[in-house]
């Protein structure tokens, strides 16, 4: 399911640059509504929020895969 919402985003977040440029108060043109504005916003913090805790979590585990490969003692490999 995670696939499938995060491939989705993208097209979303695609779209979004055009929220940015054409449909807010940085230039001169209609904005959106509120609940739209509020739907967009919460879905793309929403993604960011996802993609970050992915993030952290890759990171922490290469953490801890990292020290277990380094607390190995070389005395546990004998090759005599």
Known sequence: MND???KT???VLEAFNDVCNN???ARDNPILNY???LLIFNHVTA???FIKKLEASI???AAVALDKT???NNDDF???
């Open 4 to 6: 499938r919402i995060l």
């Open 9 to 11: 985003s993208i097209s």
């Open 23 to 25: 449909r807010s108060l």
């Open 35 to 37: 609940e739209e504005s």
């Open 47 to 49: 993604s960011i929020r």
């Open 59 to 61: 990171k922490t585990k």
């Open 70 to 72: 380094k607390n190995i």
């Open 78 to 80: 004998n090759f005599m």
